[in-house]
């Protein structure tokens, strides 16, 4: 809807009204502004993805116990729909078959006993939470899992798919397409657009079992030193200072930081001379 409601423009031959007829929209959704978070829900909203980042495995209902024992009256209800914000759902062991996604758009699991053995092979997209002062916005990055190389990443402020095409477009245009991109099997990832964004081309597209923890364990691993190291020691007050931080950020974990699990080299220094 928002893409559509960004087609109406001002113009001399066409009023808005008449515009918004056209599209079938209603004309008083262009001037409609959601109303943010009470500074209180922000607040357990940053709670939240704090234990999350311990405790991945709790559900809403254990969140909502750990939260009254910091000494929040919540209820089930409000936890539920501030994760759902959020996009923070619990990993537990084993399928979930019973709360898939559109079928026709769901894709198998590729990495499962796969040997990663080179730059371009594989790269994982998710997207996470990130809490300012005031408000919070989404974090899309793509890594390259062989070499842990950020290949890509934006910040956005809705979880819309265009944001996930938009940084694969750039990722693309910079490295070339790798030879499989795993996701989760959220809506963006779920859909037509993602989909077609890579029919014809040499790209597999590979997708997380429901619930599985083992299977995104780069894309958390990337979380948690993104929020661990620069996001909670660092608050934001607003999108600008949070971007140029993370332009900060990404470039350090890239070119300067060493990494154990690529025997202590940088992500850019492995990725550089391999490609």
Known sequence: MSEIRSFIKPTKQLSMRKQCELLEICRSSLFYKPKGESEENLLIMRKIDEHHLD???YG?????????????????????????KMAIYPIYPGPNLSKLGKAEYIRPYLLRHLNIERVNQVWEIDI???PMQKGFLYLTA????????????????????ETCINVMKTAVSKYGYPEIINSDQGSQFTSAKWIDFFEGTSTRISMDGKGRALDNIYKERLWRTVKRDYVYLHPSLDGNELFKGLKNFFE???YRKTHQGINRKTPASLYEMAS
């Open 60 to 84: 809403v209902l254990q969140m909502e116990d750990y939260l009254r024992s910091e000494g929040y009256q919540i209820n089930e209800k409000r936890v539920r729909r501030l994760m759902r």
């Open 142 to 161: 793509i890594i390259d899992v062989y070499s842990r190389f950020v290949v890509g990443w934006e910040l956005s402020n809705s979880l819309e798919a």
């Open 55 to 57: 405790q991945p495995t």
């Open 252 to 254: 350090n974990y890239n």
């Open 128 to 130: 996470t939470y990130i």
